[in-house]
């Protein structure tokens, strides 16, 4: 008995130092990358009219990206209706800068308001679409969902409150770089931490087997209807970012195609990788923008791109690896002796090759 | 005392009674086979037994408290887990990340815990690698515990699924043709792990099994089934011996 609390007693250290050494070197991480990315855009190295704007929209695509990917990646759900929880936080969001401008004076203020009314609103979403999506799956959840996100679409469109397909303004001069940066660092640490305790562990659990994870006492509609609820108040964070960046919100940005776009960023990815979200989400947002000068070949490279990826990496960018610093570390540690020993093989094979003989076999030539 | 009591189980799938007024007692710390012929209903039990399907009529008691209306997730808590025929592990995560799945229940802390890392939270994590790294030692697995549970070995897939049962601490461990596919050795190696495991974590066992070898030789009673009816009950002996029993197997 008292070995074993031993034991637990020093993993427990153990991680410990581990947790909190990690997480100042990632601090420091983080904030680097975040300096480097304002040097280039205050020092006007690339310019910031533009690609501030393309950070900004990048960051957005990352959050819906990496909260989709709790729905279908992690809990293994087909969601084609991610653009309606977007949706309803982006109106949300306006809605409370509308209504709130006067009486909040801070912007920062302000879009955490407007946030987290956006998370709400959202989370209820999340509970009304997710409590009967449970007992569909496959295909039919995906075409329940797609119907959910077209609902809230033609909704918003006939609405007198939402003003119809005129759309709604929002306050400009909000959203900038820096907060756009640290609310998706928000966003993604949290789902990260989340998917490493038990609750995201039961929740991969499901994806892995139902009947399996119920039978280890894994209760099966409290972490799916969790999963989904993670995935659409995070859609509502940046529908809530969407709507501050733009700063004008129509009801047809939200349409099925934003879906499919998010989407296929997740799938792409890699299903079940957070950090395959964020590249790809990086990518495909970035390369439709910087493709725009080819005007009609636009699409036909996209798609080229689209089926090349799926062709050489059927699993996504990443598949359910995670990028992470330590395993570049170690990467890097052991290249050399890597090195060392694949060019030995390497020798080793050409030294012993031997050209096949065709025609007469070995001793039978008489 | 009793762990797992069953009295005049039925279910009715249409016009077939799979089981029909099936009981049986086990006491704390005992080792009961179920056996009988090809679709005699004993998966059916064990399905009944863990909640996957409600019986027509009869009443579970695991561990004293009635299953009723009870839902597998809710019957593991109250002490009874179970094994698959046909494996169920998680195969696309690690060996002991399937481990410390099934030590869930034994958890407690929150959402909000787990997002601000408290010390609760660090701890029952150290604890539940702690007790999953214990659990693969004892089965002789230490080593495979980063590997994913889909490249181990059958034979090691079959005893990772017994470590994940018994990770959510059961009174009873439900076995499901845990020596199907295995060859003798194998089988013979089985043996000896099913009974060590019953000393060691002081549980009750209840198997189904085909090989008889391994039946006759660890099991301390058998109850026998056909066409979801009991048609023998006693020690290996006696069952060996039952004119019945014979009869279901072989035809007369």
Partial sequence: MKKTLDAISKTYSFIDNIISVKFIRNMLLLYVVFFVMMYLLNFRIIPPDLYGGIFISIFIAIIMAVSLNVATGFLGQLVLGHAGFMAIGAYTAAFVALYARDAVANNFLLFVI???????????????????????????????????????????????????????????????????????????VFIYVFMKSRHGRAILSIREDEIAAESVGINITKYKIMGFVIASLFAGVGGSMYAFHVGYIVPTSFGFM??????????????????????AAAFFTYIPLELQQFESYRLLIYSALLIIVMLYRPKGLMGTAEFSVDGTIKFFRYLPKNLYNGSKFLIEKVKSFEFPSFGKKKGSDQ | MEILKVDNLSIQFGGLRAVDQFEITVNDNELVGLIGPNGAGKTTIFNLLTGVYAPTEGEIYVNGTSTKNKKPNEIVKLGSSRTFQNIRLFK???????????????????????????????????????VARNLLDIFGMGEFENHLAKNLPYGKQRKLEIARALATDPKILLLDEPAAGMNPQETEELMETIKFIKEKFEVSVLLIEHDMKLVMGICERIVVIDYGKIIAKGTPQEIRTNKNVIKAYLGE
């Fill in chain 1, 114 to 188: 407007a946030s987290l009314s956006a998370v709400v609103t959202a989370g209820i979403a999340g509970i009304l679409v997710g409590t009967p999506a449970l007992r569909l799956r496959g295909d039919y959840l995906g075409i329940m969902t797609l119907g959910f996100g077209e609902i809230v679409r033609v909704l918003l469109n006939n609405m007198k409150v939402t003003k119809g397909s005129l759309g709604l303004s929002v306050t400009p001069g909000i959203m900038s770089v820096p907060l756009a940066f640290w609310t998706t660092v928000v966003v993604v």
């Fill in chain 2, 92 to 130: 696309d995560m690690s060996v002991l990340d399937n481990i410390r799945i099934a030590y869930h229940n034994r958890m407690s802390y929150g959402l909000i815990a787990s997002v601000f890392k408290t010390s609760k939270f660090k701890k029952q994590e150290a604890e539940s690698i702690a």
């Fill in chain 1, 258 to 279: 934003k879906s499919i776009d998010i989407f296929v960023i997740v799938v792409l990815g890699g299903m079940g990788s957070i950090t395959g979200a964020i590249f």
